[in-house]
């Protein structure tokens, strides 16, 4: 305590003998610098305490100075109207150069436009409210600005993966300057803000308390706090007492609450146990272990409720914002010597001495070019404002803060301050230290809980008289409760009894009917519902995921299949006629048959007939043989040429037979099978009426594939869905549409009747549907997934299967009759080995009579002459050999 003393006694000493010197000696000006604080708040009296102070060591370090800096304080008394007449009254009075302050956002909003048109510069080391600096540029804000926390703040929600922020804030300039920027950086990380809670600054005890208990009845369990030290400290008080510091609860608060926090009093330092909060991180530097206890000493002979601790982030942007201004000024003032030296008019170089306050727009410029390393870290000006530099995330535990984690830009969170350029960014919650959460907990808060007050999910499920047999509600008149049961009622409960915590939850009923038995709803306005949360927390049925109700509340993962089928009537049709035989192969694969068969008989007669001695028969008899040589290969044929052709010409016919045969029995059994309608398009062409279940979203999809509205009839039950079918144009409809669920149901229930038609449309499937950004939903999908993979959802729906498999066609099959194309290599086979037997026959045959061939073309006769003699000589029976080539000249002339 001594030596607090004595350094406080010698820093008094110090300051008349600076004035002395000022006074004693021509060439040292004094720079008059205004400010305005309120001296009744923590803030102002650090930051007057550390100006002085800066003041003191500036100028015993900078013993040889040209300028001096003479300090004209003004109290504001916590007031934008005193503020303003304070600042008026050093700009007109007093000639100020400079005003350091206000201390406050709403005041500094004012104070500035009173700078701007003195062109005198104003600047706040407290003042961080991000609206203010592009208004004029005559203001600096030498504090970090209000919006570089936030994604400090942003990353700590991404973290631990909380996707839905309150934000608590004050209506001042200092509480609405940061919420867009907050709101975005958390929008950034995807959470959403569920509610926006703000107070003035003159709230009483009743609206904070009416505010918590609103809040309270919300999900959303965590909160961000963005309040003046005053504000900030009764809100903490009174949720303390309403049992929001407990358990479940995650409080965030921005640094102007966490800079403060030591000022606190001993009570609302108990209700802030657990809270975590950013501000900026001060390097640790040798000068700052004795600098808290100066400043705190002096402090205390002013008022001694303050009470000793580590040195404000204001107290040191105070310092350092006079000593940019006192460096500022040096650097005007050795300006000021050269041009004395070189016989330059000073009070052109040097405005100071003129009296008034012409040094404004000079003295900007050097206090933005001013960079040194301050006592809050690197004084570094961008655009009107002190740089972002990393922030500290603290825990309030005790009496103390514990600081758990570092933020910077480049590296996202980290345990300690990382100098590894190579690290990338990351914001994982295993990068922070152990954190102790309101209520004594270290687990981390999950975000959100069921309200409080003992109101449980409401689960709004449909009573319809039919298509119930998944989700089937009956009233109880004597109590007027609801049984509910059914495949849907059971994997709900399955999907909530598999999250990993309690989900109280009850049943509520939506009619689909009136007491008439008119329509009362639909599910797109059942799912509408749901999004109001008036009546339903959550919806469960037969609810199909689209993308117009997606837009009102958000879907689960479905629990069931999707898409959208048609079912048509099966027609039983007799095609039983008298050319039925010929429909199994298509006319070009009779005609290439026929073809072939007469081609391979033919090519069998040349081959036999040269060895064949019944090939002196008749020409009738010889077109029988043609004709038999195919289906008697064996009777008297002999050559190896005969066999080959006949081998191959017997494979291709027997598989040809084979073929038929198959087809031909296919078409007069599965034929007989035949949809009423075969094409969806053909039903939109031709007009006739369809049908679908009534409410659904199906009478929208239809008018979608083009269907006409007027043509679309919706049902209550598959019974009447069955009549409308059976009359079909005659009152009904030509097909049903309906999803696959109870599609699939339908044709159990009516098995061989019915068979579906046309593609499968895709679609969501079921799913259970929420409000927008309910954070079970996640919880649920998750469950929902779990049950499907290890089988409980398909038990379920084994177990409440009633109906049994329908063993009828599902599809019509129409057997196609068999094309050339599938035998085109087969008949090419045959027809090249026939050819090559032709040719080697003919070749060994011309090289035996090459004597008649040489007689024929020495001839000179016509060329039909010679065609003639040819077929003559091929028809002629007479195996004898006609060597002689006078003798066959003389025949050919008879002829």
């Not at 011309?846 to 040819?870: E, T």
Request: hydrophobic share 40%; proline share 4%.
């Amino acid at each position: 305590m001594d030596f607090l003393l004595l350094q406080f006694l010698i820093s008094l000493l110090l300051l008349p003998s600076l004035g002395t010197e000022q006074n004693s000696t021509d060439s040292i000006i004094n720079v008059q610098v205004g400010v305005v604080l309120d001296l009744d708040s923590p803030v102002g009296r650090i930051g007057k305490d550390c100006l002085y102070k800066a003041r003191s060591d500036f100028y015993s370090f900078h013993r040889n100075h040209t300028t001096k800096l003479v300090l004209h304080l003004r109290d504001s008394k916590e007031t934008v109207i005193d503020a303003a007449a304070a600042a008026l009254d050093l700009l007109q009075n007093v000639k100020v150069d400079a005003i350091i302050g206000p201390q406050k956002s709403t005041q500094a909003s004012f104070v500035m436009d009173l700078g701007d048109r003195a062109s005198v510069p104003i600047l706040s080391f407290s003042a961080t409210s991000p609206s203010l600096i592009p208004r004029t540029r005559y203001f600096v804000q030498t504090a970090q600005s209000d919006a570089d926390q936030v994604k400090a703040i942003a990353s700590i929600v991404m973290a631990f993966s909380w996707n839905q922020v309150v934000i608590i804030y004050e209506d001042t300039e200092y509480g609405n300057g940061i919420i867009s920027y907050l709101s975005n950086a958390l929008q950034d990380v995807n959470a959403r803000v569920s509610n926006r809670s703000v107070f003035p600054k003159s709230a009483t005890d009743d609206f904070i308390c009416k505010e918590l208990y609103k809040m309270m009845t919300m999900q959303t369990r965590v909160f961000v706090v963005h309040m003046s030290q005053h504000l900030g400290a009764r809100l903490f008080l009174k949720s303390k007492e309403l049992g929001m510091m407990s358990n479940g609860y995650a409080w965030i608060v921005t640094s102007g609450l966490t800079d403060l926090f030591s000022l606190m009093d001993v009570d609302v330092v108990e209700a802030m146990q657990g809270v975590l909060g950013v501000k900026p991180l001060i390097p640790k530097r040798k000068e700052l272990d004795t600098f808290p206890n100066i400043w705190n000493a002096m402090s205390l002979q002013v008022d001694g409720s303050i009470k000793p601790t580590e040195v404000s982030i204001f107290g040191l942007w105070a310092y350092d914002t006079l000593w940019a201004l006192a460096m500022a000024a040096e650097r005007i003032g050795n300006k000021h010597l050269k041009a004395t030296k070189n016989g330059v008019d000073s009070n052109s170089e040097f405005p100071f001495s003129l009296g008034i306050s012409k040094a404004g727009p000079k003295l900007l410029k050097e206090i933005l070019r001013t960079r040194f390393q301050g006592r809050a870290g690197v004084f570094h000006l961008a655009d009107g404002e002190l740089v972002q530099t990393p922030y500290q995330i603290v825990n309030i535990v005790g009496k103390r803060e514990r600081l758990v984690g570092i933020w910077s830009p480049s590296y996202g969170i980290s345990k300690e301050v990382i100098l590894n350029v190579t690290t990338s960014y990351s914001t994982s919650k295993e990068n922070f230290r152990i954190i102790i959460w309101p209520g004594n907990s270290v687990i981390a808060p999950k975000g959100w809980e069921f309200p409080v007050n003992g109101k449980k999910l409401r689960v709004g499920v449909s009573e319809k008289s039919g298509f119930n047999e998944f989700l089937k509600v009956v009233r109880v008149p004597q109590s007027n409760a609801i049984n509910v049961s059914g495949y849907f009622k059971e994997v709900f409960d399955s999907v909530m009894e598999a999250l990993p915590y309690s989900v109280p939850y009850e049943y509520v009923l939506y009619p689909f009917e009136n007491s008439d038995g008119s329509s009362a709803g639909s599910y797109d306005n059942f799912v509408y519902q749901v999004s109001l949360q008036e009546k339903y927390d959550a919806a469960l049925g037969d609810i199909t995921i689209t993308a117009n109700r997606s837009i009102y509340v958000d879907f689960t993962f479905p629990y069931a299949e999707g898409g959208v089928a048609s079912v048509v009537p099966i027609k039983y049709d007799d095609r039983n006629d008298k050319w039925t035989f010929l429909q199994p192969l298509t006319k070009e694969l009779w005609l290439m048959s026929a073809t072939f068969y007469i081609f391979t008989g033919l090519s069998i007669w040349i081959l036999g007939r040269r060895i064949e001695t019944s090939c002196r028969d008749s020409a009738g008899q010889h077109a029988g043989m043609i004709c038999c040589f195919p289906f008697f290969p064996g009777q008297g044929i002999e050559g190896n040429l005969i066999c080959l052709v006949l081998v191959t010409w017997a494979f291709v016919a027997n598989l040809l037979i084979s073929t038929y045969t198959a087809s031909l029995s296919s078409r007069l059994t599965v034929q007989r099978l035949q949809p009423a309608v075969t094409d969806v398009m053909k039903l939109i062409r031709s007009g006739d009426y369809i049908g679908c279940q009534e409410g659904s979203f199906l009478v929208d999809f239809l008018k979608g594939l083009g269907f006409e509205e007027s043509k679309i009839r919706t049902y209550k039950s598959t019974h009447d869905c069955d009549e409308a079918l059976t009359n079909g144009n005659n009152g009904g409809i030509s097909a049903y549409f309906d999803v696959l669920p109870h599609i699939n149901l339908f044709l159990s229930e009516f098995c061989g009747k019915y068979m579906i038609v046309g593609p499968t449309y895709r679609t969501g499937g079921f799913a259970f549907a929420f409000p927008k950004g309910l954070p079970l939903v996640a919880d649920v999908s998750r469950a929902i997934i779990q049950l499907t993979e290890n089988g409980t959802i398909v038990d379920i729906g084994q177990m409440n299967s009633s109906n049994p498999a329908c063993a009828g066609p599902e599809s019509a099959i129409t057997p196609n009759s068999m094309t050339l194309q599938s035998f085109q290599v087969l008949f090419a086979i045959t027809g090249c080995v026939t050819i090559a037997c032709l040719l080697v026959s003919l070749i060994i045959y011309l090289y035996k009579n090459r004597g008649f061939l040489q007689g024929v073309s020495n001839f000179n006769v016509s060329i039909w002459s010679r065609i003639h003699a040819l077929c003559r000589y091929f028809v002629k029976i007479d195996l004898s050999s006609r060597s002689k080539a006078g003798h066959t000249k003389n025949q050919i002339q008879k002829t």
